[in-house]
C-alpha cells in the first residue's frame, strides 16, 4: 500500500471584497499574487452573499476591505466573507481594514452612548476573525478590544518621507491639531527631528463635526507647520486649526493625514483655505469628484503588502517601521 504525501508548506490566500477593488488589486500586485476569485452579489433585499471559487481549505487567508462609503454594506460584507473562510476550513483569518470602522466611538462621552470600537472587534472575532490588520487606529487602544492578535501599522514613516521631500528640515513645526493627537505629532517631531505645537480646541458636544479652536501653544511665527492627524472627514478641525496658526504668524500650513474620508463639504472648505497641500494615504477609495489640485494621495499598498508578508511567514510587523526613512513614494493628484 503506498504512502499519502502530506502537503507541509502554507499557502497565502488574499480574497478583496468589493468595496475598493483598485486597493485590492495594487496590494496583490505588491506580493506577487493573484486575488482569489469571489463571486458576491446582493438580492432585491440588499442581502448579500457570497462564495469563493476555489477551495481555501488549511489556507492563510486574508480578507481585505476598506471600510468606505456605504460603511455599514461593506463591514457586513467583510465578516459574511469571514464567516465563509471560516465554515471553508481556511487554517487562519486576517481581517484587513485599512480604515477601522467607527474608531471614533472608542468610549463613552456620556451616559446612554455605545462603544461602536468595541462592537466592531466583537462582530469580526465572533464571525471567525483570527487577527486583524489596521492602519492608524483613532486610538492605540481599540488594539485592545479584539481578543487576538492586532498589526497596527503606521502611515507616519510613509507621510513624512514627502513631507521631507518638500520641506527644508529645520524649518518645519509639527503641529497636533487637539491634545488626543500628541502622541502621534511626537513620533513626527522624533523623525524631522522638529519642534512640536499643540492647538487647544474644544468640541460642541450637541453639534457633531463643529469645533471652536482656542490658542496655539508653541511657537509657531514664520514656520512651516505640518498639521498631522489621523482622518479628514468634513474638513472643520483641520481648516479651523489652519486658520489658527495663520492668525500666529505661521508662514505655511501643510496637512498630513492617513485617511482621507473627505465627506461633504472637505473638498470646498480645503479648497478655499490657505493650506498649501493636504497630504493623504489611499486607505480610502477618493472619487475624481472629491479631489483638488491641493492633495496629494500616496499609496498605502506597499505598507499592507509588507505586513501581509511579515504575519504569513511569521515575521516581524514591529521591525517595518524600526528602519530609517527612505526615498519618498511616487504621489498623485
Not at 501581509?308 to 511567514?313: A, G, L, N, P, Y
Given at each position: 500500500?503506498?504512502?499519502?504525501?502530506?502537503?507541509?508548506?502554507?499557502?497565502?490566500?488574499?480574497?478583496?471584497?468589493?468595496?475598493?477593488?483598485?486597493?485590492?488589486?495594487?496590494?496583490?500586485?505588491?506580493?506577487?499574487?493573484?486575488?482569489?476569485?469571489?463571486?458576491?452579489?446582493?438580492?432585491?433585499?440588499?442581502?448579500?452573499?457570497?462564495?469563493?471559487?476555489?477551495?481555501?481549505?488549511?489556507?492563510?487567508?486574508?480578507?481585505?476591505?476598506?471600510?468606505?462609503?456605504?460603511?455599514?454594506?461593506?463591514?457586513?460584507?467583510?465578516?459574511?466573507?469571514?464567516?465563509?473562510?471560516?465554515?471553508?476550513?481556511?487554517?487562519?483569518?486576517?481581517?484587513?481594514?485599512?480604515?477601522?470602522?467607527?474608531?471614533?466611538?472608542?468610549?463613552?462621552?456620556?451616559?446612554?452612548?455605545?462603544?461602536?470600537?468595541?462592537?466592531?472587534?466583537?462582530?469580526?472575532?465572533?464571525?471567525?476573525?483570527?487577527?486583524?490588520?489596521?492602519?492608524?487606529?483613532?486610538?492605540?487602544?481599540?488594539?485592545?478590544?479584539?481578543?487576538?492578535?492586532?498589526?497596527?501599522?503606521?502611515?507616519?514613516?510613509?507621510?513624512?518621507?514627502?513631507?521631507?521631500?518638500?520641506?527644508?528640515?529645520?524649518?518645519?513645526?509639527?503641529?497636533?491639531?487637539?491634545?488626543?493627537?500628541?502622541?502621534?505629532?511626537?513620533?513626527?517631531?522624533?523623525?524631522?527631528?522638529?519642534?512640536?505645537?499643540?492647538?487647544?480646541?474644544?468640541?460642541?458636544?450637541?453639534?457633531?463635526?463643529?469645533?471652536?479652536?482656542?490658542?496655539?501653544?508653541?511657537?509657531?511665527?514664520?514656520?512651516?507647520?505640518?498639521?498631522?492627524?489621523?482622518?479628514?472627514?468634513?474638513?472643520?478641525?483641520?481648516?479651523?486649526?489652519?486658520?489658527?496658526?495663520?492668525?500666529?504668524?505661521?508662514?505655511d500650513v501643510i496637512v498630513a493625514a492617513t485617511h482621507g474620508i473627505?465627506?461633504?463639504?472637505?473638498?470646498?472648505?480645503?479648497?478655499?483655505?490657505?493650506?498649501?497641500?493636504?497630504?493623504?494615504?489611499?486607505?480610502?477609495?477618493?472619487?475624481?469628484?472629491?479631489?483638488?489640485?491641493?492633495?496629494?494621495?500616496?499609496?498605502?499598498?506597499?505598507?499592507?503588502?509588507?505586513?501581509?508578508?511579515?504575519?504569513?511567514?511569521?515575521?516581524?510587523?514591529?521591525?517595518?517601521?524600526?528602519?530609517?526613512?527612505?526615498?519618498?513614494?511616487?504621489?498623485?493628484?
Open positions: 500500500m503506498s504512502q499519502l504525501t502530506v502537503p507541509t508548506q502554507k499557502r497565502l490566500v488574499v480574497l478583496a471584497g468589493r468595496s475598493y477593488p483598485a486597493l485590492a488589486e495594487e496590494v496583490a500586485a505588491n506580493l506577487g499574487v493573484t486575488l482569489s476569485p469571489t463571486t458576491a452579489y446582493d438580492f432585491a433585499n440588499g442581502e448579500i452573499f457570497i462564495r469563493f471559487q476555489e477551495s481555501v481549505r488549511g489556507c492563510d487567508a486574508f480578507v481585505l476591505q476598506s471600510h468606505t462609503t456605504p460603511i455599514n454594506t461593506w463591514i457586513m460584507e467583510q465578516l459574511i466573507m469571514v464567516d465563509a473562510l471560516k465554515r471553508a476550513s481556511a487554517k487562519r483569518i486576517t481581517v484587513v481594514m485599512p480604515f477601522y470602522g467607527y474608531a471614533r466611538q472608542d468610549k463613552k462621552h456620556r451616559g446612554r452612548e455605545p462603544i461602536s470600537a468595541r462592537l466592531m472587534a466583537d462582530l469580526f472575532k465572533t464571525a471567525g476573525a483570527d487577527r486583524l490588520m489596521t492602519v492608524d487606529l483613532h486610538t492605540s487602544q481599540i488594539q485592545g478590544f479584539f481578543d487576538g492578535p492586532v498589526d497596527h501599522l503606521f502611515a507616519m514613516p510613509l507621510l513624512a518621507r514627502h513631507v521631507s521631500s518638500r520641506v527644508a528640515l529645520d524649518r518645519i513645526t509639527v503641529v497636533s491639531p487637539d491634545a488626543g493627537r500628541v502622541r502621534v505629532a511626537e513620533r513626527w517631531t522624533d523623525v524631522l527631528g522638529a519642534p512640536l505645537a499643540i492647538i487647544h480646541k474644544r468640541r460642541d458636544p450637541d453639534v457633531p463635526n463643529q469645533v471652536r479652536v482656542f490658542e496655539v501653544v508653541g511657537d509657531v511665527r514664520d514656520r512651516v507647520c505640518v498639521l498631522v492627524d489621523d482622518m479628514i472627514d468634513t474638513g472643520g478641525t483641520i481648516v479651523k486649526a489652519a486658520e489658527t496658526l495663520f492668525e500666529n504668524g505661521a508662514a473627505l465627506s461633504e463639504p472637505a473638498k470646498e472648505r480645503l479648497e478655499a483655505s490657505d493650506i498649501s497641500e493636504v497630504i493623504v494615504t489611499n486607505t480610502l477609495p477618493i472619487s475624481q469628484e472629491r479631489q483638488f489640485e491641493k492633495l496629494t494621495i500616496l499609496s498605502i499598498a506597499p505598507i499592507l503588502a509588507k505586513a501581509i508578508t511579515e504575519v504569513f511567514t511569521e515575521g516581524s510587523v514591529t521591525s517595518m517601521f524600526e528602519e530609517p526613512m527612505t526615498a519618498p513614494e511616487a504621489s498623485s493628484h
